[in-house]
């Protein structure tokens, strides 16, 4: 599969837009969370695919949301979210329910009694089950995630994004590692949460992604145990996509996860269609790695740049509307 042809040049990458205004700023929170869980509902079809062959003859470009042609989502069809969007539909309600204010120990509480409800139909993952294990030997909510080296937990913090709008970042920056940290205790996952969260703020006060993401890393991540993964990726535009990926590495980790997602948000970062496409073509853990695209790319161009199609066929966006509403 191959959209390479639309990228962005580097004066589009670098460009500051005029969004600096409380009803800008709701308009480009709002395209975050909702890029960031539409782009998981389209991950779905494909997510722990590694053959991106298969991928091409089962789904082709992946223009649609798809049920899931691998066997780790039983029960979810197109248009359902990932185990990873399901916990962020889980954030959203509890920030909803906490007058937009990010409340760890309300989230613990909906968080396991959601996960342990014998009607849910998510996949529950090894850092969730281990978090769950930590609890019941007595952790607490700060001290109980696993040590799991995952991406996935930096792409919930798209509800925090919204909520923290118009707060400052280093508010949002806060409220971020400890939603993170509650499930992936990992000093690595916990740096990029900070990053990305860093990045996020900037996209929906007015720059654009791949500047947000390049003066982030100046001004935080320069001398970090995650400032060569940074490099990596964001240097890495003018190749090939899928190839960047399988070289980079497709699976959970944040290892290969990190630098593929910034890959595609530098190459792309002007069209969200075209970025999600490639991320769900290329395979692997590609849940993990749109929910951090679309936050980028929905907080950069709004939902006005997320198809209507996808937008429609999302169960849950009547249920997303319901919560905003409420912040």
């Avoid at 909520?163 to 400890?178: C, F, P, Q």
């Avoid at 937008?311 to 509403?325: C, T």
Wanted: aromatic share 8%; with cysteine.
């Amino acid at each position: 599969v191959s959209t390479q042809s639309t990228g962005t040049n580097k004066t589009s990458r670098n460009r500051i837009l005029p969004h600096t205004s409380s009803n800008g700023r709701d308009k480009h929170a709002r395209g975050a969370l909702l890029g960031s869980l539409i782009a998981d509902s389209h991950a779905l079809g494909a997510h722990w695919v590694y053959d991106s062959n298969q991928i091409a003859s089962k789904l082709g470009k992946v223009t649609e949301l798809h049920a899931p042609i691998s066997s780790y989502h039983p029960g979810k069809s197109a248009g359902d979210l990932t185990h990873y969007g399901d916990q962020t539909l889980w954030l959203l309600k509890s920030l909803a329910e906490n007058k937009g204010t990010f409340n760890l120990s309300a989230y613990s509480k909906l968080w396991f009694t959601t996960m342990n409800d014998s009607n849910y139909l998510g996949y529950r993952d090894g850092a969730s089950k281990t978090t769950i294990a930590n609890h019941g030997k007595g952790a607490g909510d700060e001290d109980g995630g696993s040590q799991s080296d995952d991406l996935s937990p930096v792409g919930r913090i798209s509800p925090l994004v919204y909520s923290y709008r118009n707060l400052g970042e280093e508010e949002l920056v806060k409220a971020a590692i400890s939603q993170s940290k509650f499930t992936h205790n990992n000093p690595e996952v916990l740096s990029i949460t900070e990053f990305i969260a860093r990045a996020a703020f900037r996209v929906i006060h007015g720059q654009a992604p791949h500047h947000a993401l390049r003066q982030v890393a100046s001004e935080k991540f320069a001398s970090s145990s995650i400032s060569s993964l940074i490099e990596a990726g964001l240097s890495s535009s003018e190749e090939n996509t899928l190839e960047a990926l399988t070289r980079f590495g497709k699976s959970c980790s944040y290892k290969g996860g990190l630098p593929s997602v910034l890959h595609i948000v530098s190459k792309y970062q002007d069209s969200y269609e075209t970025a999600l496409m490639e991320n769900a073509a290329a395979g692997g853990d590609s849940a993990s790695r749109g929910l951090i695209i679309g936050l980028l790319l929905g907080g950069h161009l709004t939902d006005k740049g997320i198809p209507d199609r996808w937008r429609s066929s999302l169960k849950s966006h009547s249920l997303i509307e319901e919560y905003l509403s409420k912040l």
